[in-house]
């Protein structure tokens, strides 16, 4: 276009997302529960109980708080059961309450029995449980909110769960350093690590597809939440990796920057979501270019059966 | 992707739908009036907005149909004179109640849903408030109501001061099913707002297009009237006279569902690197 994008007076196209400073939030939350899930039952197997045991309390402790988070978004908390009338694949939202009952049901009871030790059969059903739900739930929320009409949400559909499920990864591993002593803490540690580096260069990757649409990761609240989040997770898992493994005191240092790193990441896709949903030119010009490459608009000129190209 | 009105069998009626054509739309917003007073839509608030004659705004839980004015300095007709004149757009907004429609899609607790008609209409007594649908739409129909809630008695536990719940444009459904047109159709002064079976209506457009376009109309276009296009057509389509992004709606615009399969696929991709990677933090550099 050459006389730039058109919209009308200036006012968005699509509406902003209502959600509310609790669903970046269980973002974290949700993440760090699903890979403490897994962390805890892979410690367990390859015999690192102490780590098995502080990932239990984590994660039992993130999918408590989580469900909390979610019914206090809700416009009508009271009617939250309303998630569980149906079971539908095409909303994963739905699915995603499935998962979170299940997964956050299992881990919590698990933690449970683990504390009072008793019932280790209906224990280990539940360490089955929490792990296999585990991953699901620390990656669906990217198709969560990739499953909108939000710009710069739906285009990076590919790169979201892939950056989540490294965000909560990270965080998993750095939570347990925090808990734990650093001897017994070499997994996590390398956990955080190297979910910090993945998603380092995950959100790269992203933001390269995402071309003009990326911007939104540069000004405004989303892009302070992202250089808070390269600032915190990188410094965090720098001091692990330099002195974690000797020094207790840099080992709870790092871990509580590298979770307060993932935090901001969370907020920062947040607000790139309402930052890209807020300007039109976002919305309108991607469909306008494709629009002229499939040759003029989707808007019907003139009826195909009256120009005789149908076909 | 959508739960089709084929899914109600016997009890599916004819798709019916609106058909707008803006050539003829005075812009006196009786169709706003008459749908804020049948659907008893509280009222929210008067602003001025200093767009042309619009003080709505936009489509929202309080405004399911709304005008949109552009005033532009554009010849009406492409074979006139060329003199460029004030030439004002008007356009009644309203909810497209898509073939393939992604609020419908992603509601999680199945409030919104397919009626016999085919349109998309949201159950307020199952509706709680996730929000989901808000940014799904791509056309950004629909959104939250935060006015004070009208239920006498709050619930004991968890209850919120505002409605909360979300809200948009039902095509009536409660005349439809007593056998009447929608109020903003029945009251439209010009015919610019038409209702009936969505074939018909196809027709009819198709059969006005033409006849704009033979009079040299400048920038006649029809707007969601294709079964093909990346929602399936509209329940409700239009007949603008510019680009639809000129009226504030998306030049094409896909359902977010579309890309579902490929994303959940990614994402079950995603999940099992994410459980291989985290046990395998166990083998690497276990020296330690």
Request: charged letters at 20%.
């Amino acid at each position: 276009m050459t006389d730039g994008v058109r919209s009308y007076y200036g006012h968005p196209v699509i509406k902003e997302p209502t959600w509310t400073w609790e669903i970046p939030c269980y973002f974290f939350t949700g993440g760090l529960a699903g890979a403490s899930a897994v962390l805890s039952t892979a410690s367990k197997l390859f015999g690192n109980e102490k780590l098995s045991r502080v990932a239990l309390y984590v994660g039992a402790t993130a999918d408590a708080v989580s469900p909390g988070l979610l019914i206090s978004d809700l416009g009508r908390p009271e009617r939250f059961h309303h998630m569980l009338r149906v079971f539908k694949v095409t909303s994963p939202m739905n699915v995603g309450s499935w998962v979170l009952l299940v997964s956050g049901g299992a881990s919590s009871t698990q933690a449970l029995l683990e504390l009072l030790g008793v019932l280790k059969p209906v224990k280990i059903a539940a360490e089955v449980a929490s792990t296999v739900f585990g991953p699901p739930l620390a990656t669906y929320t990217g198709v969560l909110i990739a499953d909108t009409a939000v710009p710069v949400w739906h285009e990076a559909r590919r790169e979201l769960p892939w950056l989540f499920g490294a965000s909560a990864a990270a965080s998993a591993g750095a939570a347990a350093c925090v808990f734990l002593d650093p001897a017994d803490a070499g997994p996590a540690r390398r956990l955080a690590i190297g979910g910090v580096a993945a998603e380092g260069g995950l959100m790269r990757a992203m933001e390269l597809r995402l071309g003009e649409v990326g911007e939104v990761y540069q000004y405004g609240a989303a892009g302070s939440f992202a250089r808070a989040a390269k600032g915190l997770a990188g410094a965090g898992a720098a001091l692990l990796a330099l002195r974690g493994r000797r020094s207790r005191a840099a080992a709870v240092v790092g871990g509580a920057l590298v979770c307060a790193g993932e935090l901001c990441l969370r907020w920062s896709v947040y607000k790139a979501g309402i930052q890209s949903a807020r300007d039109p030119k976002y919305t309108v010009q991607p469909q306008r270019e494709r629009a002229s490459r499939n040759g003029g608009s989707k808007a019907t000129t003139l009826p195909a059966a009256r120009t005789g190209s149908a076909g | 992707m959508s739960s089709g009105i084929a899914e109600w069998a016997d009890e599916a009626k004819t798709r019916v739908g609106f058909f707008t054509d803006t050539s003829v739309c005075i812009g006196c917003k009786a169709c706003e009036v008459a749908c804020k007073e049948w659907n008893l839509i509280p009222q929210d608030g008067q602003d001025f907005l200093a767009r042309s004659y619009d003080n709505t705004g936009e489509l929202n839980g309080e405004t399911w149909r709304h005008v949109a004015f552009i005033e532009q300095e554009k010849p009406l007709h492409t074979n006139g004179d060329g003199t460029t004149g004030l030439r004002w757009l008007m356009e009644s907004d309203v909810c497209k109640h898509c073939t393939h429609a992604a609020c419908l899609d992603v509601c999680p607790t199945g409030s919104l849903f397919r009626t016999e008609f085919g349109t998309v209409v949201v159950q307020e007594d199952i509706c709680n408030g996730c929000g989901y649908c808000v940014p799904a739409c791509p056309f950004g129909v629909l959104d939250k109501r935060h006015l004070p809630a009208t239920t006498d008695k709050p619930p004991l536990f968890l209850g919120k001061k505002e409605d909360g719940r979300v809200w948009k444009c039902t095509l009536c459904y409660d005349r439809l099913r007593g056998g009447h047109e929608p109020a903003c159709a029945k009251a439209c002064p010009t015919k610019s707002i038409q209702f009936g079976p969505l074939d018909e209506l196809r027709e009819r457009a198709d059969a006005r297009l033409e006849k704009l376009q033979d009079e040299g109309w400048n920038g006649a276009q029809l707007y969601l009237r294709d079964p093909d296009d990346g929602i399936g057509g509209g329940g409700a389509f239009f007949l603008l006279l510019d680009d639809p992004e000129v009226y504030g709606l998306p030049p094409d615009p896909v359902v977010t569902t579309s890309h579902l399969g490929a994303m959940w696929t990614n994402m079950a991709a995603a999940a099992a690197v994410f459980a291989v990677g985290i046990a395998g933090t166990f083998l690497w550099g276990s020296h330690d």
